[in-house]
């Protein structure tokens, strides 16, 4: 039910902001971030079990690498978001250097898991 009511919403937004784009994009434009918003509200509480459960898996680990997953995941979620926000506003070159951030950010963040996971394959194939 919840995906329809997100739907709706994207939809009436995407309407809405065809209406204003000839006239108004400044409005148009408004109108996109306001509907991603109010998605990501609706979303965020719906995560709550989600993350109740990371947690109660981050007890069966050391709880390092949930933690690096976490972050890794937020990075990629942000990075994502604002570029999407760059496209919309027709900024292209500011989308495609956001997405390039993101992914580096990602990469640094996950550097340690990666060292984890190395040092124990070393480790076995001693």
Partial sequence: MLVFKLAVLAFVAAV???ALK?????Y???VSVCAVGGVLVIVIQQIRPVME??????G??????ISCLLRVLGIAIVA???SDI???AGMAAAATAT???GRICALFQALPLLQDLLDSYAGYLQ
């Fill in 53 to 58: 459960w990371l947690q109660a898996l981050a």
């Fill in 80 to 82: 994502q978001l604002t």
């Fill in 16 to 18: 809405l902001s065809l």
């Fill in 86 to 88: 760059c496209k919309e």
């Fill in 28 to 30: 148009a434009f408004l």
């Fill in 99 to 101: 997405e390039l951030c």
């Fill in 22 to 26: 000839k006239d108004q994009p400044a």
């Fill in 60 to 65: 069966a680990f050391s709880g390092k690498e």
